[in-house]
């Protein structure tokens, strides 16, 4: 984004004293002199009430002007002007050729979806090595809304994974793989290298916080999104597999009644967190008993990344 031409939605936000900004063209000094020049540096001193008003700007010579907000840029953003073009200005269409792996996540992948259900599509993309090291790099994840895909750029997705973010691991072992790459073939063929018992502490904290959620919504407007709730449980029976088996399963087949049944709000919310406190019980015992390693395997994921960096530049 040029920074002299801010959106719109943002430049109606009210600035706080002590921003410090750049003027876009002269300012007229308060109590008259010499005009202050295009591109002076100032700090504002006074906020308006709201986005119409003009704000009061103080310049290094202790002179002060009175400015709108279409008259003077924030000089974080005027710093950034030109660095932020290049490859973060390029559209989801130009990085799509240096797609590597795309997969179906979510319902469908999961054996829950209904009819209006959609298909989210995930994966990674590996951008080549000039647009790598040049000085704008590259965006950890490009996104087309339209089409509920989201691809990751492929040191974030192995750094999520090492992480045990349960999106990312998901990807790795869903049934529902559209296109991949050789690449792509041999990191699904690695994919037992990223489980670990950090599944314990990320499943666990991130369902934790999300029922306490839940739990508010249900007091203050007596509903609860109940697909977010389904998948809350089934990423509970998922940690407590993969701390069991030593793999992750997306689908969890023997419980799909009962996981539709909360999605469909059948099933009572009482009933529904008790079983989220047993599988909590039942992720405790798994995990004491659990053969995964306590990290996973960071050497070898290391050792991919560089070979796909190294396929890039004898590509380059």
Not at 114 to 122: L, W
Not at 235 to 256: I, K, P, T, W
Request: charged share 25%; aromatic share 8%; proline share 4%.
């Amino acid at each position: 984004m040029n920074a002299l031409k801010e959106n719109a939605p943002l430049s109606r936000l009210i600035l706080s004293a002590g921003t410090r900004v750049v003027t876009r063209g002269e300012a007229n000094r308060i109590g008259g002199g010499a005009a202050v020049p295009a591109g002076a540096v100032g700090e504002i001193v006074g906020s308006p009430s709201d986005a119409t008003h003009a704000y009061r700007i103080r310049f290094n010579d202790g002179a002060e002007a009175m400015l709108r907000r279409t008259e003077f840029t924030i000089l974080k953003q005027f710093k950034s002007n030109g660095l932020d073009n290049g490859a973060h200005g390029m559209d989801f269409a130009d990085w799509q050729p240096f797609i590597i792996y795309r997969c179906v996540v979510g319902s469908q992948a999961f054996g829950l979806s209904d009819d209006a259900s959609d298909v989210d599509r995930r994966g990674i993309y590996l951008p080549p090595a000039d647009l790598q090291w040049s000085l704008y790099g590259v965006p950890e994840q490009i996104e087309n809304n339209a089409a509920q895909e989201c691809y990751w750029e492929l040191r974030k997705f192995l750094v999520m994974a090492l992480k045990a973010n349960p999106n990312i691991l998901e990807c790795l072992h869903t049934p529902m793989v559209e296109f991949a790459t050789p690449l792509a073939h041999e990191l699904l063929a690695a994919r037992r290298s990223f489980l670990s018992k950090l599944i314990y502490q990320t499943y666990n904290g991130y369902v934790m916080s999300q029922f306490k959620k839940l739990e508010q919504d249900l007091r203050a407007r007596g509903e609860v999104r109940w697909k977010h709730a389904m998948h809350l449980i089934r990423l509970l029976l998922s940690g407590v597999a993969a701390m069991r088996e030593g793999n992750l399963r997306v689908q969890q087949d023997e419980h799909r009644d009962a996981l539709l049944a909360v999605k469909r709000g059948v099933m009572p919310w009482p009933e529904i967190n008790a079983w989220r406190l047993r599988l909590h019980q039942d992720f405790d015992a798994a995990f004491a008993a659990s053969s995964l390693p306590d990290r996973p395997d960071y050497a070898r994921a290391n050792g991919f990344l560089l070979k796909a960096r190294r396929q890039q530049t004898q590509c380059a």
